[in-house]
C-alpha cells in the first residue's frame, strides 16, 4: 500500500502564510515528479505547482511569487510553501506524487486533501 499523507491546512487571514506537508509511505521503487493540486467549491481540480525529482519547478500563474514548492528525497517528502495567501487560494490541496512501485508501472497517487481557507 501507498499512502500520501498531507498537513498543514488551516484558517489564515488574507496575507498571511501556511505551510504544507506530503510524506509518502509504503514500498516504494522511485518517485518522479511531485505536486501539489487544488480544488475550490464548483471550479476543477488545478496544478498549484510541481517539482520533479531534480528540483526543477513549475507554477500556476496565480501563485508565482507567492508559493515556493520543495521536496526532500530522502523523506519522501513534498512542502508547499505559501505566503500573501489570498481568498481566491480558499480551496482543497491535494498531494500528488509519480512513482513507480515493485510489479507495478509507474502512477500517478493522490492524497487525501486538506483544506485551505483564507479570510479577507
Known amino acids: 500500500q501507498v499512502q500520501l499523507v498531507e498537513s498543514g491546512g488551516g484558517l489564515v487571514q488574507a496575507g498571511g502564510s501556511l505551510r504544507l506537508s506530503c510524506a509518502v509511505s509504503?514500498?516504494?521503487?522511485?518517485?518522479?515528479?511531485m505536486g501539489w493540486y487544488r480544488q475550490a467549491p464548483g471550479k476543477q481540480r488545478e496544478l498549484v505547482a510541481a517539482i520533479t525529482v531534480g528540483g526543477s519547478t513549475n507554477y500556476a500563474d496565480s501563485v508565482k511569487g507567492r508559493f515556493t514548492i520543495y521536496r526532500d528525497n530522502a523523506k519522501k517528502s513534498v512542502y508547499l510553501q505559501m505566503s500573501s495567501l489570498k481568498p481566491a487560494d480558499t480551496a482543497v490541496y491535494y498531494c500528488?506524487?509519480?512513482?513507480?512501485?515493485?510489479?507495478?508501472?509507474?502512477?500517478?497517487?493522490w492524497g487525501q486533501g486538506t483544506q485551505v481557507t483564507v479570510s479577507s
Open positions: 509504503g514500498s516504494i521503487i522511485s518517485i518522479n515528479t
Open positions: 500528488n506524487a509519480n512513482l513507480r512501485r515493485v510489479d507495478i508501472p509507474q502512477a500517478d497517487y
